[in-house]
T-cell receptor, first 115, second 113 residues
Framework: DAGVIQSPRHEVTEMGQEVTLRCKPISGHDYLFWYRQTMMRGLELLIYFNNNVPIDDSGMPEDRFSAKMPNASFSTLKIQPSEPRDSAVYFCASSFPTNMSTEAFFGQGTRLTVV | KQEVTQIPAALSVPEGENLVLNCSFT??????LQWFRQDPGKGLTSLLLIQSSQREQTSGRLNASLDKSSGRSTLYIAASQPGDSATYLCARDGSGNTGKLIFGQGTTLQVKP
């Protein structure tokens, strides 16, 4: 498997524009997570899904942020409208829990710059 | 609230030294603890995963330990090399055994030749 795949790797957009980040989890993984990394706050969980269903979106900062998982192999994180303070690296991760433990696997991230 | 703390925030050592990175966490009801490496501008690379039933895991020059009772984990790096320079992140599970993680702020390591 190629691992968790995120696109685009880099995104530069103007304030007010809509931004869509994409993620393909590892095949067979039934949990998918979206994290945001900033210098000030480190890595924070935004939302996670189990079997395509959102379980906890308490980390989503504002209504401008939304996430979907239409099927087991694809998820999107959308920001509309974008603001400069949304500039960060957004990571997607997936996992497949076992009885003993669960390892999370991360994508390479999308570096978002809102100007 | 579950929290993870890493001390120190930054560390600089000469090449060849053995070193220890520290991680502490609240709530001893833990399933897993995972250590990651992050190079500047890059993604997260998983280094070691310690299950709650384990006390340590080893991979090459890396050894991670877990003490649930004291809420601590350490990452031991033997014979450090300049290529080990990176930020090391500790993360504990955040919602049972799902893979959801709560991260520390990381320790940025510089190994000088």
């Amino acid at each position: 498997d190629a691992g968790v795949i995120q696109s685009p790797r880099h995104e530069v957009t103007e304030m007010g524009q809509e931004v869509t980040l994409r993620c393909k989890p590892i095949s067979g993984h039934d949990y998918l997570f979206w994290y945001r990394q900033t210098m000030m706050r480190g890595l924070e969980l935004l939302i996670y899904f189990n079997n395509n269903v959102p379980i906890d979106d308490s980390g989503m900062p504002e209504d401008r942020f939304s996430a979907k998982m239409p099927n087991a192999s694809f998820s999107t994180l959308k920001i509309q409208p974008s603001e400069p303070r949304d500039s960060a690296v957004y990571f997607c991760a997936s996992s497949f829990p076992t009885n003993m433990s669960t390892e999370a696997f991360f994508g390479q991230g999308t570096r978002l710059t809102v100007v | 609230k579950q929290e993870v703390t890493q001390i120190p925030a930054a560390l600089s050592v000469p090449e060849g030294e053995n070193l220890v990175l520290n991680c502490s966490f609240t709530d001893s009801a833990i399933y897993n603890l995972q250590w990651f490496r992050q190079d500047p501008g890059k993604g997260l690379t998983s280094l070691l995963l310690i299950q709650s039933s384990q006390r340590e895991q080893t991979s090459g020059r890396l050894n991670a330990s877990l003490d649930k009772s004291s809420g601590r984990s350490t990452l031991y790096i033997a014979a450090s090399q300049p290529g080990d320079s990176a930020t090391y992140l500790c993360a504990r599970d955040g919602s049972g055994n799902t893979g959801k993680l709560i991260f520390g702020q990381g320790t940025t390591l510089q190994v000088k030749p």
